[in-house]
């Protein structure tokens, strides 16, 4: 049976990212991002065979951008694309698995816009734009709130009147789930353990930021909430803040909710505590040459880092390990070092070559002879989507064989 591909696509408001993912090869055969959408300088970057190109679409939006993607994956896949995988934010509590999308999953991914409002609409233009350049591909949404959908209902309610979850859905939903879910199971692979017989902590650090508890292949406590804006400190975004700060910040100076709800998440977290940039790799080299600013970024983000994930041990059994993941998981031995110094009740302790080892896309165990299991795992992301996206088609194909 010749290998399946599948069209994996990220959409942001102005960006579509974007993998041509083999079932049976972990490399991608094309892959690349266009970029700035809507702009007169908006541009399509892409990798394939080795060589990296770059194009100007001016003015392009999602739909002029996929119909110029369409040639290049024609080229890289000369057998087509089984279909079009979607990175979705939020599913709500509807999605607990990946889904084909039609009116009904449209309709209900619009639904729970209001709670990733910076995602959903963007991941949705996406949806129907390539259903317009690609309208015989089957499409499939896969959701990041969706892993996490085996949360207990003591982890994912708000101690909050019970009318609120009942009639409005407030309660913890999660995000990231693809990374977790991918990255636990290759933690598994790499220390010889079952999937289905192993518990993880996971932190997946990039611009956005998120821990979470894994038992036996399933999320049973994340940092993220009803938004990704609750949990660990990240780029831009604040994490965990007195909830009454909205009201104080109105009283005390005026502020509109709109005003404090973007400080929260746009001028917050390492950009807001550093007045530097919210670009961890901006940051240390300013930490390394004493700004204060980046120093104090570095030691909170490392310190609540260490709380969640030590809070998140609450939901384990026992600790097979600690996964360290996301560009600055994958490629910051200072934060994976601070971090752990954080962590000394749990016996973690580094291997420091092996940490300064594990960086641009190599991975591994990283702690000391003796000590609990810590790695770096680079998450792939794509791949999961298109592996989800394959598990759907199957399906299909079973139920149409049924009928």
């Not at 991608?28 to 190109?53: K, N, S």
């Not at 780029?235 to 509109?256: C, F, I, K």
């Not at 919210?278 to 104090?296: C, E, S, V």
């Not at 994958?330 to 070092?337: A, H, M, T, V």
């Amino acid at each position: 049976m010749p290998s399946r591909k599948i069209l994996v696509i990220n959409c942001g408001s102005a960006t579509i990212k974007f993998a041509l993912v083999d079932e049976h090869e972990e490399g991608f055969a094309l892959r690349g991002i266009a970029d700035r959408l809507g702009e007169p300088d908006a541009v399509l970057h892409w990798q394939h065979a080795g060589e990296r190109h770059e194009q100007p679409i001016p003015g392009a939006d999602h739909g002029a951008a996929l119909a110029r993607l369409l040639p290049l994956v024609q080229e890289a896949s000369p057998g087509g694309v089984q279909a079009i995988g979607h990175r979705v934010v939020h599913g709500g509590e509807r999605f607990t698995r990946a889904r084909r999308i039609d009116a009904e999953v449209l309709a209900a991914i619009r639904a729970v816009a209001p709670m990733a409002p910076l995602h959903n609409p963007a991941n949705l233009l996406g949806i129907e734009a390539a259903m317009a350049v690609y309208p015989e591909l089957p499409q499939v949404a896969v959701f990041d709130t969706a892993f996490h959908q085996t949360l207990p209902e003591h982890a994912f309610r708000y101690a909050l009147p019970d009318a609120l979850y009942r009639e409005h859905g407030v309660r913890r939903y999660g995000f990231h789930g693809t990374s977790h879910h991918y990255v636990s199971q290759r933690a598994a692979e790499l220390a010889g353990l079952p999937v289905e017989d192993s518990c993880w902590l996971s932190a997946h650090l990039g611009n956005g930021c998120s821990t979470c508890a894994i038992v036996n292949g399933r999320s049973r406590d994340t940092s993220m909430g009803l938004t990704p804006l609750e949990g660990v400190v990240m780029g831009t975004r604040s994490g965990d803040v007195d909830p009454n700060l909205h009201s104080h910040l109105a009283r005390t100076l005026g502020w509109p909710l709109e005003q404090t709800e973007r400080m929260l998440n746009h001028e917050s977290g390492l950009l807001g505590l550093s007045g530097l940039s919210n670009d961890m790799r901006t940051l240390q080299q300013a930490h390394g040459q004493g700004h204060p600013g980046a120093i104090l970024a570095i030691e909170v983000f490392c310190y609540r880092l260490a709380k969640s994930l030590a809070a998140l041990s609450c939901a384990l059994s026992r600790l097979d390990g600690l996964i360290f993941t996301g560009g600055i998981g994958e490629n910051s031995p200072l934060i994976r070092s601070k971090t752990l110094a954080h962590l000394r009740l749990f016996d973690l302790a580094l291997d420091e070559a092996a940490n300064a080892r594990c960086v641009n896309g190599v991975g591994g165990a990283i702690h000391a002879p003796g000590h609990p299991r810590v790695l770096v795992v680079p998450t792939n992301e794509e791949r999961q989507i298109a592996l989800e996206t394959l598990e759907v088609l199957d399906a299909c194909a079973i139920r149409a064989d049924v009928r």
